[in-house]
């Protein structure tokens, strides 16, 4: 027996919202069939592609959107500090490799998690495997702290 898996709206409400965007028209005749154009391909998709995409809900959407403004401050205050360095310290850098467990559960964390720390500038994920890291910081000052970062702690809440 085959499980169905719920949540056909979310591809639904994705192909309407692409749908008035791309006629750049809100009126009647343009939502009618957008509606018509967003069901045939959300069966599509659901009969042929077997897709499910849902909604999160809006407190959850809210956090994702947090962490990325968070994650986008980062980036950029790291950009900075490795500027400081490369100007100031040049070559007298100390490159270091940090091997740390996480506690994060599931992979869409961990990937998120393995993503943001090389996104950050300095730093780059090495490998990431069963919860296990080994990140690569351009200078001991940038490792300080990767153990127990925010990053972590707000994809905790994404979990949760």
């Known amino acids: 027996m085959m499980e169905r ?24 005749h343009a939502c009618l069939w ?13 009969k042929f592609l077997d897709y499910h995409l849902s909604l ?4 959850r959407l809210w956090t994702g959107v947090r962490y990325l403004g968070y994650l986008l401050v980062e980036m950029l205050k790291a950009g900075f500090v490795v500027m400081r360095l490369v100007y100031t310290r040049g070559r007298n850098t100390q490159p270091v490799l940090v091997w740390f467990d996480t506690p994060l559960e599931t992979d869409r964390a961990r990937a998120i998690l393995a993503d943001s720390i090389t996104l950050t500038a300095g730093t780059i994920t090495v490998t990431a495997a ?29 979990e949760a």
């Open 34 to 46: 957008g509606l018509a154009v967003s069901a045939a391909m959300t069966w599509f998709c659901r």
């Open 56 to 59: 999160p809900r809006p407190g």
């Open 130 to 158: 069963d919860g296990r890291f080994c990140v690569h910081a351009l200078d001991e000052s940038l490792a300080t702290g990767i153990e127990e970062s925010e990053f972590q702690r707000r994809l905790e809440k994404l």
């Open 5 to 28: 898996r719920e949540g056909g709206t979310g591809v639904f409400v994705l192909f309407f919202l692409l749908w008035l965007l791309m006629t750049g028209d809100i009126t009647v």
